[in-house]
């Protein structure tokens, strides 16, 4: 790829405009940028329809997630797994104490870091929250001496699903996407991605807000 090129695939207008071509696939319908409006909080949305989705791009991917249904919403986040400076740090002041444990015990410390902030930043998204409320999201790890599970720490009103996946690339990309669905009915989102290579996908977790008793899974099952 000429560095023009690489340039332009880094492009945020390259990106915007990828992702309405690949919704305008997943719709069967041709998308311009009246169709696609903000929220209060600035969270896209798409006008006049049932479906609703999120985008989420990280190093050379861009995941776009689409549930159609009533009153559905979804939220997705993506992260290339590399390594990261003072994730502790970073745990210690976003996460909860139990994420946080779980990310310092862990033998694959990024990678676990990694699920975590992604389940916390699909969730924000949902809502149309920022990185910036992060401290304030709830926590999805329970359990301490190295015995964890991930769960969602939260009152629900409405049913809520968390799939969390990871993508590797024979060329050695390594991405954590996680996924946030609402509503009453509990559909998996369609997924779909711009990469610059094939990214089989292995499913990590599930995970069901439940009112009582939580359901759980553990990490990496």
Not at 133 to 159: H, L, R, Y
Not at 163 to 178: F, H, M, P, T, V
Not at 207 to 219: C, G, K, L, M, R
Request: glycine share 6%.
């Amino acid at each position: 790829m000429s560095s023009n090129a690489q340039k332009g695939f880094y492009n945020k207008s390259f990106f915007s405009a990828e992702w309405r071509r690949i919704l305008s696939l997943m719709t069967g319908k041709s998308l311009n940028e009246n169709d696609i409006m903000l929220e209060e909080k600035g969270r896209p949305y798409l006008t006049g329809g049932r479906e609703d989705f999120n985008v989420s791009h990280s190093g050379a991917l861009t995941a776009v997630s689409l549930v159609s249904g009533e009153k559905l919403r979804v939220g997705c986040d993506v992260e290339l797994v590399k390594p990261r400076p003072g994730i502790t740090r970073i745990a210690e002041e976003f996460f909860s104490a139990q994420e946080r444990d779980y990310v310092i015990a862990s033998e694959k410390s990024q990678t676990a870091f990694f699920e975590v902030w992604t389940l916390k930043e699909c969730y924000l998204k949902l809502r149309g929250l920022t990185v910036f409320d992060m401290k304030n999201a709830p926590s999805f790890v329970c359990g301490e001496n190295g015995n964890f599970c991930f769960t969602f720490n939260a009152a629900s009103d409405t049913p809520l699903t968390f799939y969390l996946c990871e993508l590797k690339g024979a060329s050695g990309d390594w991405y954590i996407l996680a996924a946030a669905i609402e509503g009453t009915e509990r559909l998996r989102p369609e997924i779909r991605w711009l990469s610059q290579s094939t990214l089989p996908v292995r499913s990590i977790a599930e995970i069901n807000a439940a009112e009582s008793p939580a359901e759980t899974v553990s990490p990496n099952s």
